[in-house]
């Protein structure tokens, strides 16, 4: 069950559910009692009559902590405000091992939006298990939030940070994980403007990149990754999608039928 569907996270659980032999019951957020005052709690406990689980893609950043609380049924969060994005990192680090056979000794190079970029905060916390080295490239003004950087800083593995996206780092890095600069979490259409086109990796970009190397994107992209880049094997984003698929199999089948 979701609780903000029509999005690519949404449409994935849905798919994965289906291929279970489960189903969905789908209430979108403008269409729900929320919208009549409803807290999320009793609305949580309501969904929570309905079905057997709860996916919950929810605007605020403390509405999975708040399901979590108050659900009687087990909730998978599916991405809250720009603070995680938990099954979106389970996927990433499922992309990795099965592109590269393994993380450990691997440079990951974090480029794009990196302080709304949920799908980012989410995968760093998963990579400090992990012998990997961090790169970080974007906007001053779209830096890594201070809590998750502090953490990268502390296990030593973050290696270097900064507003360009060079020959070099290209050249080193194993992943190029890029983001959408995210319209919709931008206070203004100017200050989304000045950085929307910032980081682009194109065919180009790939020159500079290793044989072995692949570029993710947890999708939608608008201008961040060119369509050129789409017919070079080391695009890794649709296989990453498909990846999606399967690990979100494996986590409602982990909560509904343990
Ligand atoms: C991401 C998200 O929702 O945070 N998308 C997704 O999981 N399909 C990234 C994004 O919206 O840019």
């Given at each position: 069950?979701?609780?903000?569907?029509?999005?690519?996270?949404?449409?994935?659980?849905?798919?994965?559910?289906?291929?279970?032999?489960?189903?969905?019951?789908?209430?979108?957020?403008?269409?729900?009692?929320t919208?009549?005052?409803?807290?999320?709690?009793?609305?949580?406990?309501?969904?929570?009559?309905?079905?057997?689980?709860?996916?919950?893609?929810?605007?605020?950043?403390?509405?999975?902590?708040?399901?979590?609380?108050y659900?009687?049924?087990?909730?998978?969060?599916?991405?809250?405000?720009?603070?995680?994005?938990?099954?979106?990192?389970?996927?990433?680090?499922?992309?990795?091992?099965?592109?590269?056979?393994?993380?450990?000794?691997?440079?990951?190079?974090?480029?794009?939006?990196?302080?709304?970029?949920?799908?980012?905060?989410?995968?760093?916390?998963?990579?400090?298990?992990?012998?990997?080295?961090?790169?970080?490239?974007?906007?001053?003004?779209?830096?890594?939030?201070?809590?998750?950087?502090?953490?990268?800083?502390?296990?030593?593995?973050?290696?270097?940070?900064?507003?360009?996206?060079?020959?070099?780092?290209?050249?080193?890095?194993?992943?190029?994980?890029?983001?959408?600069?995210?319209?919709?979490?931008?206070?203004s259409?100017?200050?989304?403007?000045?950085?929307?086109?910032?980081f682009?990796?194109?065919?180009?970009?790939?020159r500079n990149?290793k044989?072995?190397?692949?570029?993710?994107?947890?999708?939608?992209?608008?201008?961040?990754?060119?369509?050129?880049?789409?017919?070079?094997?080391?695009?890794?984003?649709f296989?990453?999608?498909?990846?999606?698929?399967?690990?979100?199999?494996?986590l409602?089948?982990?909560?509904?039928?343990?």
């Amino acid at each position: 069950m979701f609780y903000e569907p029509s999005t690519r996270t949404s449409a994935s659980f849905d798919a994965a559910m289906q291929r279970l032999g489960g189903r969905t019951v789908a209430i979108p957020v403008a269409h729900s009692s929320t919208q009549k005052g409803e807290t999320l709690q009793d609305t949580v406990r309501t969904l929570a009559c309905y079905g057997d689980a709860i996916v919950l893609r929810h605007p605020d950043n403390d509405s999975a902590d708040i399901a979590a609380k108050y659900s009687p049924v087990p909730v998978i969060n599916g991405g809250n405000g720009t603070r995680e994005h938990p099954t979106q990192a389970f996927l990433d680090l499922f992309t990795i091992r099965e592109e590269h056979g393994t993380l450990n000794g691997l440079v990951i190079t974090f480029v794009g939006d990196l302080k709304y970029g949920r799908t980012v905060h989410s995968l760093c916390k998963l990579l400090e298990h992990y012998n990997v080295q961090v790169h970080l490239v974007s906007p001053t003004s779209l830096a890594l939030p201070k809590d998750v950087r502090q953490k990268l800083v502390a296990t030593g593995q973050l290696i270097s940070e900064g507003t360009e996206l060079t020959a070099e780092i290209v050249a080193k890095s194993d992943v190029l994980y890029c983001t959408r600069v995210q319209k919709e979490r931008f206070p203004s259409l100017d200050e989304y403007d000045k950085v929307k086109d910032t980081f682009i990796v194109n065919s180009e970009t790939m020159r500079n990149a290793k044989k072995t190397a692949i570029v993710m994107h947890p999708l939608p992209r608008n201008m961040e990754v060119s369509e050129e880049v789409d017919f070079d094997g080391r695009a890794a984003y649709f296989r990453q999608m498909r990846y999606g698929l399967f690990c979100r199999m494996a986590l409602l089948a982990l909560v509904l039928y343990n």
